[in-house]
């Protein structure tokens, strides 16, 4: 075969392919896909398994299902350990290293804080300092959490102690939706879970996906676009899930240091291969603030981060060269 006619022949191919598009609601927010396929029928099928991985999932690391593996070794704290099934254990050691790499600012030990600030919110009281602190010291910290990788058991050093995956379990879910629909033999396609999205290849005739990236002020518009292509991105805000108490807004992510919601900046948006990586950095950079967050992405190479903090009157933008190199354009200056 000539150059020219692998060329056409290939072309033709990917001008057959179809679009589908799917959207789905698990794990509390929305599981959308763009893919494009063969036909109708590998999309749909390959969808429909994905989809089932995003529940079974969902059936081991959520905290709503009493059953699922992380209720039953939330309900033994501090009491015995237990065996878990492998990707468990995996995906607890990542977050204990997320955990180690940004200084506590990610952990998933919150859970009696999220539990906490909940309840804070339907009660409209805003909890008292010393609450707040006497679980952070005995409930909270991921040092607490107790490995033995021979026997695959995880064991609590607090009977208070709760892990939640809010904050980790739909990036990993990404990463794994997009090792299905590859093994498919999907090549082009968009997945976005809640604000995790992974973007494979490109659209056909074009060499890459454009992604726009909200206002924190207005859902409407888009402050920002980058061209990606199998590349993860994520953005954690305070703008989309917030708690409200006495008519003032928290932030639904945690310091798990100081045990308050963390305000000041409105959205973290990272930019890196994986997504487990980039749902578990941009919930720790909006931990981080602005300064520290710029520091300790200084420090990770190839790691993209756009931050918005500031007010919608004077938006303090910053954007790191990793993550210049993938933007088209922006509608706010960077101071
Ligand atoms: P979203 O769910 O909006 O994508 P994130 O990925 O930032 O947001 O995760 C926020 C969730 O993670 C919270 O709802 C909570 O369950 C959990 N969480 C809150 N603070 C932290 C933290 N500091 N480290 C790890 N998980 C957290
Ligand atoms: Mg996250």
């Known amino acids: 075969m000539s ?37 109708k029928k590998s999309c749909n099928d390959a969808v429909f398994e994905a989809y089932s991985e995003v529940k079974r999932l969902d059936d081991m690391l959520s905290n709503y299902k009493p059953d699922s593996d992380l209720s039953k070794l939330n309900s033994v704290a501090g009491k015995r350990a237990v065996v878990v099934p492998e990707e468990f254990f995996d995906i607890t050691r990542r977050s204990i290293y997320f955990s180690r790499i940004t200084n506590g600012a ?20 805003i909890p008292d300092e010393n609450t707040v602190k006497k679980i952070v010291s005995e409930c909270v910290g991921f040092d607490k959490i107790m490995l033995y990788p021979r026997e695959r058991k995880v064991f609590f050093n607090s009977s208070c102690l709760s892990i939640d995956f809010g904050g980790i379990g739909k990036g990993y879910a990404v990463d794994r939706v997009v090792g299905i629909l590859r093994e498919r033999g999907i090549r082009r396609g968009i997945v976005n879970f809640g604000g995790n999205i992974y973007a494979m290849g490109s659209p056909v005739g074009k060499s890459a996906w454009r992604i726009g990236i909200r206002d924190p002020w207005n859902k409407d518009k888009v402050i920002s676009y980058i061209e990606i292509s199998d590349m993860a991105v994520s953005t954690s805000g305070d703008y989309e899930r917030y708690f409200e108490i006495k008519g003032r807004r928290f932030s639904h992510i945690i310091d798990p240091r100081s045990g308050f919601p963390v305000s000041g900046v409105h959205s973290v948006t990272v930019l890196a291969k994986s997504a487990t990586e980039v749902d578990a950095l941009s919930t720790a950079i909006s931990v981080m603030g602005i300064e520290k967050g710029a520091e300790f992405v200084d420090r990770l190479s190839s790691v993209g981060v756009m931050m918005v903090a500031g007010d919608s009157k004077s938006a303090l933008v910053y954007r790191n060269d990793a993550f210049k190199k993938f933007e088209l354009n922006h509608a706010l200056n960077n101071p």
């Open 106 to 125: 990610f952990d998933i030990t919150v859970g009696e804080l999220v539990r906490l600030w909940k309840e804070s919110e339907s009660k409209n009281v």
């Open 3 to 39: 150059l020219i006619t692998l060329f056409l022949s290939l072309l033709l191919t990917q001008l057959d392919l179809v679009v589908v598009e799917r959207a789905f609601f698990v794990m509390g927010t929305i599981l959308e896909f763009e893919l494009y396929c063969e036909n």
